[in-house]
């Protein structure tokens, strides 16, 4: 059968088209950091998948049907059962969005000194952990650094590591265990069933909670459908609940698999837990029925709840990844493999042979994209770097790779063959495209707060 989309445009907004010379002043204003590009001047915007999504008419439909009372609305309980319906947790708490449920749920269960193991940590995770005084370990799988395997499930975690950990002297110091599905800053790779049952095994064993950050919790469980033959014959929606019994906690951004622009939830089985996240929650976010969220938005995420797990929607969206990805591979640009779903990631160190690491070639290739076609992407590299107080570079980050985030729904296979050709025209001539070196580098969270200028290696 061939593939059909299974929507159509309701609603289409007018993208900006802009000069060269325009998107070169526009890089130089913003500090050549991505973040700070206007949006009036990205003509295709691959930043991120989070809360870029289109809703659907049934999304607005019941939107229009929103409860906006303060307590106890019928959006909120029409949004809790959404989630119940997915989780096996008794307690359930919306906050605004994916870092505040961190914030909430890490503030319970973490203190400094304490220690946070993770398939991979994403970046406010990170954040979040750091700031308690915590310190956030990553311990991926190794088959996350062959960037050429098409092995199934390469954002699991590495659980003899975690093992290791656990009976070694650091042991009483872990306090939680992450495990991120899929792993976003490992690629957007799925993990798989098997090691969220051995890792929450591991987890039990040790007194140490299970917390799924499960973002991608819809991708995640179409991939495993899709990739491991035990669970071929199960639904997405099956998949997802046995993966969320596997977490003791969960916290999950809405603002991707949600299909809403915001929204998160927290949901755990400890009452006591529940009771001290529930109060932080009041302080900050919101009365525990609307968690800083509108009626609107907890209606658009009810009905979005139940749309991301329909097996057409998701087969197409891994559709049109594979089909930018297999544009890209056309064009002799290589990518992250096996591709995911919420983005491709290419690889910069081939693609620019003639930068090295201290050239930021992952920015660079960024950069390049923003100038030559109006396209904006992110970089991963500066995240996962250090420097000296000189900005020179220290460590390099294990991969090269610049993130193409799909938004959910968007953007069609036109925009996807264009965003390969203007690839496919840097590829043609790369010793055009300049190194980068950071004028402003701010220790945390530095890749959305840098700022960096063009050099000739
Ligand atoms: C894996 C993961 N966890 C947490 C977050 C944070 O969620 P939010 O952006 O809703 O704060 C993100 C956002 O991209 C994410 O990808």
Known sequence: MPHLRPFVSAVVRPIPIT?????????????????????????????????TGAVSTDQQAWAQRADERYAGADSWFRFRDAVRDL??????????????????????????????????????????VERIGAEARDLPSPQLFDMHSDAPFKGDIDVEAVKAVLDGPDGPRVKQIVVTITNNGGGGQPVSMANLAEISAVAREHRVPLVLDAARFAENAWLITRRDPDYRDWSPREVARRAFEYGDAVVASLKKDGLSHEGAFIAVHD?????????DIIATEGFRTYGGLTGHTLEHLAQGLREVLDPHYLADREHEAAYLADRLHAAGVETLRPTGLHAVYVNATPLLPHLQPKHLPDHALTCALYREGGVRAAGGGLFLSTFDENNELVTAPPFELMRLALPRRVYDHSHMEYIAEVLAEIAKNPERVPGYRLTHNPPVLRHFRCRAEPITP
């Open 19 to 51: 000069t060269r010379e325009e998107r070169i002043a526009e890089l130089d204003r913003a500090g050549h950091n991505p973040f700070n590009i206007r949006g009036e001047m990205v003509s295709i915007d691959l930043l991120s998948d989070s809360g």
């Open 87 to 128: 989780v096996p947790h008794e307690h359930v708490l919306p906050v605004h969005q994916g870092r505040a449920a961190e914030r909430v749920l890490f503030g319970a269960l973490l203190g400094p000194g304490e220690i946070s193991l993770s398939n991979m940590h994403f970046d406010t995770t990170r954040a979040n």
């Open 271 to 279: 009452p006591e837990l529940a009771d001290r996240c529930e109060v």
